[in-house]
């Protein structure tokens, strides 16, 4: 079993930054964030092996996201820059062990209970 809790979410203008944390009690083979706008499916938009540091992120945010890890407190970032108004969105944390679905929500079995990024133009 993992719990993950999710923290650093707010409200900031277009073009700033934010970081996301996710504190989680042990650290699995893969851990990602999704997000989930209103209206809208949840979607991927970073993935780590954590084992090898190995990332991978979707072009809606190539370059303006970054997912990393610190191994030594269990805790994944997420750094978000020159955000937009379309980054509005609950944002979750998720991790799993087999990894073998890449980054799509059925690949992972725990889940933070999300926090909210609002960007505003």
């Known amino acids: 079993q993992v719990q993950l809790v999710e923290s650093g979410g707010g409200s900031v203008q277009a073009g700033g930054s934010l970081r996301l944390s996710c504190a989680a009690s042990?650290?699995?083979?893969?851990m990602a964030w999704f997000r989930q706008a209103a209206g809208k499916e949840r979607e991927g938009v970073a993935f780590i092996y954590t084992g090898r540091a190995i990332t991978y992120y979707p072009d809606s945010v190539k370059g303006r996201f970054t997912i990393s890890l610190n191994d030594a407190e269990n805790t994944l970032y997420l750094q978000m820059n020159s955000l937009k108004p379309d980054d509005t969105a609950m944002y979750y944390c998720?991790?799993?062990?087999?990894?073998?679905?890449?980054?799509?929500?059925?690949?992972?079995?725990?889940w933070g209970q999300g926090t909210q990024v609002t960007i505003s133009s």
């Open positions: 042990i650290t699995p083979n893969c």
């Open positions: 998720a991790a799993d062990f087999r990894c073998v679905s890449g980054l799509v929500p059925k690949g992972f079995v725990y």
